[in-house]
T-cell receptor, first 119, second 116 residues
């Protein structure tokens, strides 16, 4: 497919379980972002990768959250010991531009998201 | 600190009527501003963006927005609503000084309902 693909689309976890959410960005896109969208809220920034380098993880809410992009393409967001407050839609977005480039467009191509429900 | 406020979590208009979705921002320096749309069960899609060029920005699907520095606003408009415009709309601002124009602060969103 030509767009950003995320899996699973829906995940139900029991409190305390670990989960892994996958993002396949658009081929060749340099930048990759993860956002968290709680019910009824706008997306909130979690972390940013430029190729394989995680340049900004200031939005990760706790050390239970971990993201990686080892080969500069597919990324995984891992949440350890899930809590009920982790329930949200996790959005992945990619961009062909290096973030912060001259007049960076800020245009992000979003996936459909992974909806996590923690019981 | 930067912030974005969208006035009205739900807006309902009749088909053919003017669409006005309000967005106000707070930023100490001229920001980059965006409107994204989210259709049901789809990812967010960029409608339009302001990057300090023309203050009146035209986007896809007949939408436009005007950057007004004096009012710190970036309201989204469309002259005539279509049923297919029903969706959730998000206003966003780039985090200044982050060196990362993809790091966005989003408003809480406005759900647009279009009545036949």
């Amino acid at each position: 497919g030509a767009g950003v693909s995320q899996s699973p689309r829906y995940k139900v976890a029991k409190r305390g379980q670990d989960v892994a959410l996958r993002c396949d960005p658009i081929s060749g896109h340099v930048s990759l972002f993860w956002y968290q969208q709680a019910l009824g809220q706008g997306p909130e920034f979690l972390t940013y990768f430029q190729n394989e380098a995680q340049l900004d993880k200031s939005g990760l809410p706790s050390d239970r959250f971990f993201a990686e992009r080892p080969e500069g393409s597919v990324s995984t967001l891992k949440i350890q010991r899930t809590q009920q407050e982790d329930s949200a839609v996790y959005l992945c977005a990619s961009s062909p531009r290096v973030a912060g480039g001259v007049r960076g467009t800020g245009e992000l191509f979003f996936g459909e998201g992974s909806r996590l429900t923690v019981l | 600190a930067q912030s974005v406020t969208q006035l009205g979590s739900h807006v309902s208009v009749s088909e053919g009527a003017l669409v006005l979705l309000r967005c106000n921002y707070s930023s100490s320096v001229p920001p980059y501003l965006f409107w994204y749309v989210q259709y049901p069960n789809q990812g967010l899609q960029l409608l339009l963006k302001y990057t300090s060029a023309a203050t009146l920005v035209k986007g896809i699907n007949g939408f436009e927005a005007e950057f007004k520095k004096s009012e710190t606003s970036f309201h989204l408009t469309k002259p005539s609503a279509h049923m297919s415009d029903a969706a959730e709309y998000f206003c966003a601002v780039s985090v200044v000084g982050s060196g990362n124009t993809g790091k966005l602060i989003f408003g809480q969103g406005t759900t647009l309902q279009v009545k036949p």
